[in-house]
């Protein structure tokens, strides 16, 4: 069995303070143990209620640590997540002060960290957050049904979508492509025009479609239905690309030291973009 030692709180890394809290429940009897047998040591021993206490701050903290590491993932897409990484945290925070007695001290911190995420909720209303929870199929417009937005919000959005595949994703019809139209016979003409057809309705056959299961591999599911959607497949490529958060950018940057180094200093700009990729996607594959 691996040791396990006590977590600090550490103020500038993220849900370190959970992290503290559910390793000291974890080694809550052997810590007992310890300060009782030392007598500086007692004088730092928790009673129940202060016991108690932390497991209410633990319960609170819990939701911001699953939702750190979710929008965090390097494995997926994580911007259209962004949305209901919100919501669901602002409903935890809600559930736990409905819960939560008045002499709790621990609820002017939850009223802060509710405020604090309802200043930048609004944020969430951006363009490049509703395309990415759209396009994302595990959410499509269905999460705002399911989730009672008001439906001029969700009109607002359907329209946006709209407007944004009209004007950059829809296949257009240009000039040469009716002259090869009319140059083919009769039979591939009415077969390549039924395609075409199908091509320009793409958003409304994606969208007719239900949500996929959320544990669905997004990436994996636009590989395979990029023939079904190829216009479409484009769209969500450019917006499923933009992480949710900086930090996957920030491990890409972390991992140069192992490609530069002092006996490999003289790469080039590109070749050391290249690498990076590599690495990247080679990581991908390995944990799928």
Request: some cysteine; aromatic content about 12%.
């Amino acid at each position: 069995m691996k040791p396990l030692e006590l977590i600090p709180d550490i103020r500038t890394r993220c849900n370190s303070t959970f992290y503290m809290i559910e390793r000291a429940f974890c080694l809550r009897e052997p810590l007992y143990n310890l300060a009782a047998a030392d007598k500086e040591l007692s004088l730092y021993l928790l009673n129940s209620i202060e016991w108690n206490k932390l497991k209410k701050r633990q319960s609170l903290l819990e939701c911001f640590q699953k939702a750190t590491i979710e929008i965090s993932s390097e494995k997926s897409p994580t911007l259209g997540q962004t949305v209901p990484i919100y919501n669901y945290l602002i409903d935890n925070i809600e559930d736990f002060l409905e819960e939560a007695t008045r002499s709790d001290d621990i609820i002017n911190a939850a009223n802060n960290a509710k405020n604090k995420l309802q200043q930048y909720y609004p944020s969430s209303d951006g363009l490049v957050y509703v395309i990415a929870t759209i396009i994302d199929l595990r959410h499509k417009l269905q999460y705002y049904i399911d989730n009672e937005f008001e439906v001029g919000y969700i009109d607002t959005y359907k329209k946006q979508i709209k407007e944004l595949w009209l004007t950059e994703y829809k296949p257009k019809n240009n000039e040469n492509d009716n002259q090869n139209n009319n140059n083919q016979s009769s039979l591939a003409a009415y077969m390549f025009k039924k395609r075409k057809t199908s091509f320009t309705n793409e958003l409304e056959a994606y969208l007719s479609e239900p949500p996929e299961n959320f544990n669905m591999d997004v990436l994996a599911f636009w590989k395979v239905h990029e023939n079904k959607f190829p216009n479409l497949f484009k769209m969500a490529r450019d917006f499923l690309a933009i992480p949710g958060t900086s930090v996957p950018v920030e491990r890409v940057f972390s991992g140069v030291m192992d490609l530069i180094t002092q006996r490999r200093c003289s790469l080039n700009p590109e070749m050391i973009r290249k690498l990076m990729y590599l690495k990247a996607w080679l990581k991908y594959k390995n944990t799928n």
